[in-house]
């Protein structure tokens, strides 16, 4: 408490209110080179909202969702390319289950840029609790 009382005194009421986001707002700071990563904490699940936002913006049929883990990796990859080329989107969920994925996603997303194939409505949502 005495640290927001000191920042609101400083640098105002602004910084320390919570802030509603909407999936139209996340979405409008997003472009197809860029991932989304939601951090996950109790009792809060973006991918309810992900889905709201699909159905409304007629995506929903567009949106790959592959829940990580053992085994996942290939399917993931080949998701991810294929959405690339045909702008559709993906969720990765679950990220932080599946460590030895996080190399071939860093290679996948640095390679977007060279992409000849990339689709400007390619969007990479991705869910991870904080490790």
């Known amino acids: 408490f005495a640290f927001k009382n000191y920042v609101r005194a400083h640098m105002g009421q602004f910084f320390v209110d919570s802030q509603t986001v909407t999936m139209e707002s996340i979405y409008r700071d997003t472009d197809a080179l860029t991932p989304l990563i939601f ?3 109790t009792g809060a699940d ?12 007629n995506m ?5 969702t592959i829940s990580l883990g053992q085994g996942q990796t290939p399917k993931a990859l080949e998701l ?8 559709h989107w993906v969720l990765l969920q679950n990220c932080h289950l599946s460590q030895e994925f996080m190399p071939h996603l860093a290679r996948a997303v640095l390679a977007l840029p060279d ?10 949502f991705l869910t991870s ?3």
């Open 60 to 64: 929903m049929d567009n949106l790959g």
């Open 80 to 87: 991810i390319n294929a959405s690339c080329r045909e702008g």
């Open 39 to 41: 951090i996950l904490s």
């Open 129 to 131: 609790t904080p490790i």
């Open 115 to 124: 992409n000849k194939e990339m689709n400007n409505s390619f969007r990479l």
């Open 46 to 57: 973006p991918t309810e909202q992900l889905y709201r936002f699909a159905r409304e913006s």
